[in-house]
């Protein structure tokens, strides 16, 4: 009898053992999808009401909670107010009331150098000397 029990415990722990291995995983592709999906969600919110200036990353941390980060101009008051607002607008919408589901990090943005005045600037690093290769 002891036998018969020890047999089947063998023969049954490897596929136990891949069935829990597989529900794992599909567990973390649909949380890796959600992440996508909110990703995209709060990307056109966003682009929505202020069209394409800035590119939000999204986290979905072990405890549950929601993380944005959101690289922005600090100093533009209004764009920081209109991007918070369309990024909450999102989560509100799937987290409800509960508070303390997710967190907006706002992270500052370098301003955009055109290519001349870059160019500029690495002529005037090399002391006046061409920057060229040749």
């Given at each position: 009898?002891?036998?018969?029990?020890?047999?089947?415990?063998?023969?049954?722990?490897?596929?136990?053992f891949i069935v829990g291995l597989l529900l794992l995983s599909d567990r973390l592709q649909r949380r890796a999808l959600a992440v996508v999906a909110r990703q995209i969600e709060v990307t056109d919110a966003i682009d929505a009401e202020l069209g394409a200036v800035v590119v939000p990353v999204v986290r979905h941390r072990l405890g549950g909670?929601?993380?944005?980060?959101?690289?922005?101009?600090l100093d533009n008051s209004d764009t920081v107010t209109r991007v918070v607002r369309a990024a909450h607008g999102?989560?509100?919408?799937?987290?409800?009331?509960?508070p303390g589901r997710f967190e907006i990090v706002l992270s500052p943005r370098q301003k955009?150098?055109?290519?001349?005045?870059?160019?500029?600037?690495?002529?005037?690093?090399a002391g006046e000397e061409s920057v060229s290769w040749t």
């Open positions: 009898m002891q036998a018969v029990f020890t047999g089947a415990i063998v023969l049954l722990l490897p596929s136990v909670r929601w993380q944005v980060f959101v690289p922005v101009e999102v989560f509100d919408a799937h987290e409800g009331t509960r955009f150098a055109p290519w001349h005045e870059r160019a500029a600037v690495a002529a005037r690093a």
